[in-house]
């Protein structure tokens, strides 16, 4: 998909996010002014992080001030799930939410996170521009009041171990790989033969210096961001999970908006999800090289093996929750 076709593909979704408000440019005058608190987890000056800033310029220009957003970078707010517990409180208007943690709230979010589901970045944006996501965005409004404005790249993850290469499937036996408190994750890492130990984002970096973990699993850019690099000996070029992001805004907050200052919003978040989407694929594919050129060492596996053995995963994951196996065959078909 070129940058032409993706530009107008998710502003055209843009226009629909604001619940068929009519499209204008900017509030009216004297409207109330309005103050986003956006929470973000991410490290600064992350694609991410960087993400909340090109929003914040998009929708102070358009709005000339009247829409106000403050920026809350490195989790000074809390971890992601304290992040999405605060906005569902109405306690804080935005932060982002990834199908791995959303998925402990709508279930059918797993879908998103199965291990190899996804074939490439032009597929991931066929999926999250359709109607697999417009049918979990419903349901975490319904049950939430959490509000997914728009879908952002995060990338195809990798594993990184301290001394030990893995270069196939035995590999993995006995490891102590970090992972999220989700389902995917961790029946993922049972499944290839590694120990799954939760442990929060913000604390992976001393868990691999103490040999609390043995390794991580994430994107080649968060290797870079969160400088695991230092504490890493090998890359394993798995690409076994995609993630995605979403800017999530507090339901409360958002219908307590007029029309007129929910589509400047969506606007801007389009803006600044288009600029994400080319910005996160540059950023893995320049991180790759940078760790090769810290002394990192990448190494291949047979992604066939390792798909076989995690295939189980699907239906352990999806087979008992409602409607899971229709969007995996929507994801299938994209």
């Not at 490195?74 to 998925?103: H, I, N, W």
């Not at 195809?156 to 893995?166: C, G, H, N, S």
């Not at 996160?280 to 760790?291: G, R, W």
Request: aromatic share 8%; hydrophobic share 45%.
């Amino acid at each position: 998909m070129s940058l032409s076709m993706s530009r107008r593909k998710v502003l055209q979704l843009g226009a629909g996010a604001a619940m068929g408000a009519v499209a204008m440019p900017y509030i009216a005058r004297g409207a109330t002014p309005v103050m986003i608190n956006f929470g973000d987890h991410n490290a600064v000056d992350s694609v991410l992080s960087n993400t909340v800033l090109q929003f914040k310029n998009a929708v102070e220009t358009a709005s000339a001030g009247e829409i106000t957003v403050r920026h809350y970078p490195a989790a000074q707010l809390g971890s992601q799930r304290e992040l999405l517990e605060q906005v569902k409180l109405g306690t804080l208007q935005m932060c982002f939410g990834d199908p791995p943690y959303l998925s402990n709230l709508v279930p059918q979010y797993a879908v998103m996170d199965l291990p190899f589901v996804f074939r490439d970045w032009e597929h991931v944006e066929r999926v999250v521009d359709g109607d697999v996501t417009r049918t979990l965005g419903d349901a975490l409004v319904a049950s939430q009041g959490l509000r997914p404005l728009s879908w952002l790249h995060i990338g195809f993850r990798d594993m990184l171990t301290i001394d030990k290469p893995v270069t196939a499937i035995g590999d993995f036996s006995g490891l102590k790989f970090r992972s999220p408190e989700v389902a995917s994750f961790v029946e993922m890492f049972k499944a290839l033969g590694a120990t799954p130990v939760p442990v929060p984002w913000g604390e992976v970096y001393p868990a691999m210096k103490t040999g609390l973990v043995d390794g991580v699993e994430t994107t080649p850019e968060g290797m870079i961001n969160s400088k695991l690099y230092e504490v890493g000996k090998y890359v394993t070029q798995t690409q076994h999970i995609n993630t995605v992001g979403s800017p999530i805004v507090s339901e409360r907050f958002w219908t307590g908006l007029t029309p007129e200052q929910q589509v400047t919003i969506s606007k801007a978040i389009m803006t600044a999800t288009v600029w994400e989407r080319e910005e996160m694929k540059k950023a893995n594919a320049a991180a790759t090289v940078q760790l090769k050129e810290n002394g990192l060492e990448l190494l291949q596996v047979d992604r066939e093996e390792l798909r076989k053995a995690v295939e189980p995963v699907w239906g352990r994951l999806t087979g008992k929750t409602a409607g899971a196996s229709d969007l995996v065959a929507l994801i299938q078909a994209g």
